[in-house]
C-alpha cells in the first residue's frame, strides 16, 4: 500500500482531527523505538531518492511539484522543509514562507501574490503557509465578511485545477500537532536561548483561537482535498515522524511522476572532442 494512502483525506469525506491522534505512527512498527529507528534509516533513504528525482525533473523540465505545507504554530513547516528537503539542488527547489500581505499584495486578489510563486516547469515549489491562509487565519479573525471567505474554497480548487492543467502536480500537506505539544514547543522558544527568536507573543493569541482554527482546517481539508490535488494530514507530534512521512509521500509522488531527462540531441556515439 502507498504510504500517501494513510493520510490522504478521500474527497467529499468529512474530517474530524480530534479523532485522529497527532502523536500517531500508522505504517511503522508499534514499538516506539524501533519505530524510530526505522523512520530515521528510511528518511535517508527517501531523501537519496528525491534528490535523485529532481535531477531527472530539472534536466525534463516539462513539469513541476508544488508542495504546500500547512499546521499551527510550531507545528514543524520548517522543519519539514529543512530535513526532507536538504541535499536537493538549490537551483530546481525554492521555498517560499507566505506572512501577512504586503499593501501591494493586500490590494489585488488573494491569489495574486501565490500565482506568482508556482513552480515553473522543472522545478519544485515549497509553501511555507499558502493560499489556504486565506480561508484559515482570515475566517478565524474575520478579516473579510464570511460571504468572501466563503467562496474561496471553490476559487482554491479552480485555481489548483488551472495549475494542474498546466503542468504542476500539487501535494498538501497539514501537519496535525496537539494542543498540548505546541504548548511544550513554545515554551521551548521561551527556555532555549537559540530558539529565544522564533517566540512571538502573537503566537499566544493564536492558541487562544485553537478550536476555531480547527474547525477552519477541518473545513478547508474538507472542501479542498480534490482528487488531482489531495490533502494529506500528517501526525506531527513526533518530529522524526512527521520527516518520515511526508518524505515518503514526495518520493511515492516523485517516481509515479517519474521524469526523463530528454534524449540526447543527435548521435552521440559520432562525436568525438579532440585533444
Ligand atoms: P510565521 O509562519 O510564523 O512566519 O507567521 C506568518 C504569519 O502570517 C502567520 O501568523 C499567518 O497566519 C500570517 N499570514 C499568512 N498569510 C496571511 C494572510 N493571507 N492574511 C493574514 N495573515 C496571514
Ligand atoms: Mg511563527
Redesign the pocket.
Known amino acids: 500500500m502507498p504510504t500517501s494512502d494513510l493520510f490522504r483525506v478521500t474527497p467529499g469525506s468529512s474530517v474530524k482531527l480530534a479523532a485522529i491522534p497527532a502523536d500517531g505512527t500508522p505504517g511503522l512498527p508499534d514499538d516506539g523505538d524501533q519505530a524510530r529507528t526505522l523512520a530515521e534509516a528510511e528518511l535517508i533513504k527517501h531523501r537519496e531518492r528525491i534528490i535523485d528525482i529532481q535531477y531527472d525533473l530539472w534536466a525534463e523540465d516539462r513539469r513541476a511539484l508544488l508542495i504546500v505545507l500547512q499546521g499551527m504554530?510550531t507545528s514543524g513547516?520548517d522543519g519539514a522543509v529543512r530535513h526532507v528537503f536538504s541535499g536537493v539542488n538549490p537551483q530546481g527547489c525554492r521555498v517560499w514562507?507566505?506572512?501577512?500581505?504586503s499593501e501591494e499584495e493586500a490590494d489585488r486578489d488573494?491569489l495574486w501574490r501565490i500565482h506568482q510563486r508556482v513552480p515553473p516547469k522543472g522545478e519544485i515549489g515549497i509553501f511555507?503557509?499558502s493560499h489556504y491562509?486565506?480561508v484559515?487565519?482570515?475566517r478565524v479573525h474575520n478579516?473579510v465578511p464570511e460571504a468572501t471567505w466563503r467562496q474561496r474554497y471553490d476559487m482554491i480548487n479552480s485555481f489548483e485545477s488551472l495549475l494542474m492543467d498546466g503542468h504542476t502536480t500539487i501535494l498538501k500537506f497539514f501537519l496535525h500537532i496537539s494542543k498540548k505539544e505546541q504548548k511544550e514547543r513554545l515554551q521551548a522558544r521561551l527556555d532555549n536561548p537559540r530558539k529565544n527568536w522564533k517566540f512571538?507573543t502573537?503566537?499566544l493569541e493564536?492558541r487562544k483561537h485553537w478550536d476555531e482554527y480547527q474547525r477552519a482546517y477541518e473545513a478547508a481539508l474538507e472542501k479542498c482535498s480534490t482528487a488531482a490535488a489531495p490533502w494529506h494530514i500528517i501526525p506531527a507530534d513526533r518530529k522524526w515522524y512527521r520527516n518520515w512521512a511526508i518524505a515518503a509521500v514526495v518520493r511515492e509522488t516523485l517516481e509515479a511522476m517519474n521524469p526523463k531527462p530528454p534524449s540526447p540531441r543527435g548521435d552521440l556515439s559520432k562525436v568525438r572532442i579532440e585533444d
Open positions: 504554530d513547516k514562507s507566505f506572512k501577512k500581505p488573494f511555507n503557509r491562509e486565506d484559515l487565519v482570515v478579516l512571538e502573537g503566537d493564536e
